[in-house]
């Protein structure tokens, strides 16, 4: 699977993530938009398109454009949770939690909801059990989606100030994500009834030709060619056996059996 930052799953998923993210904002009361992580600490240097100060104290943030954010969404989050690798609705889920809440937390949610260790590494059995997903994506989505709010019911400052947004983007995507995963499976059912359809309709085509073949046979029967003056009395009794006169044989043959004794 391509890794590009023009990869459209990539892309579908980053456009998704920017609408619950939003644009640039400065609230003081946000820790996130302070350099030093906490209200007042540091330099309030606001969050914009998800690029929090707090996460990326370098950053211009003010002057951060989307196609810069779009290339440490991508290698931050996508890339190091190996979405590439997940089914669309699973990848849409695991990227917007590691954005939201940090890789370190989207990819034990994920371990959590495919049955293996939670130990924040995307290993070599990680990677077994990702491929034996298939068509559990939407049930991975709910439980991917479970670990999060659950995570939320804990956290102390979930006030009223930011818990209903909160509340409302995990719904959201669990929405989402549950959608894109259960329209991958139609999909991939829709291309098996079409290839299904193709073979029934040249089968259906083979058979025509058969009987149609078959009833100018039945039409048209071909004529059986029986050969002239053989030699061979056809009233003798059919368990006697062949005269041994080869007489009506031309010369060539007669020879041909002479030299064996026949004639």
Not at 24 to 46: C, H, M, S, V
Not at 101 to 120: K, M, N, Y
Not at 184 to 207: C, F, N, P
Request: proline share 5%; with cysteine.
């Amino acid at each position: 699977m391509t890794t590009s930052t023009d990869d459209t799953r990539f892309l579908r998923a980053f456009e998704h993530v920017l609408g619950s993210e939003g644009g640039f904002t400065d609230d003081r009361q946000d820790p996130g938009n302070w350099t030093g992580g906490r209200i007042g600490q540091g330099q309030l240097k606001g969050t914009n398109f998800g690029i929090s100060a707090a996460s990326y104290p370098n950053e211009d943030i003010r002057g951060m454009t989307q196609a810069r954010a779009r290339q440490i969404y991508h290698r931050d989050y996508w890339s190091r949770c190996s979405c590439q690798l997940l089914p669309d609705g699973v990848a849409y889920v695991v990227f917007d939690c590691a954005v939201n809440h940090g890789v370190g937390r989207a990819i034990p949610w994920l371990q959590e909801a495919i049955g293996t260790a939670p130990d924040g590494k995307i290993g070599p059995h990680t990677r077994q059990m990702i491929g034996e997903i298939g068509g559990r994506a939407d049930a991975v989505v709910r439980e991917i989606s479970a670990q999060r709010t659950h995570f939320y019911m804990e956290l102390d400052q979930l006030n009223d100030r930011f818990g209903l947004g909160w509340a409302r983007r995990a719904i959201d995507v669990a929405v989402k994500g549950d959608r894109f995963a259960r329209s991958t499976e139609v999909a991939k059912l829709i291309v098996k009834i079409d290839e299904l359809e193709r073979q029934v309709g040249g089968l259906q085509a083979a058979k025509e030709r058969l009987e149609a073949e078959n009833q100018a046979l039945r039409d048209h029967p071909p004529m059986m060619i029986q050969p002239d003056n053989v030699g061979i009395d056809m009233a003798r009794e059919p368990d006697q056996s062949p005269p041994n006169d080869f007489g009506w044989a031309p010369g060539f043959i007669q020879r041909w059996m002479a030299d064996r004794g026949r004639v």
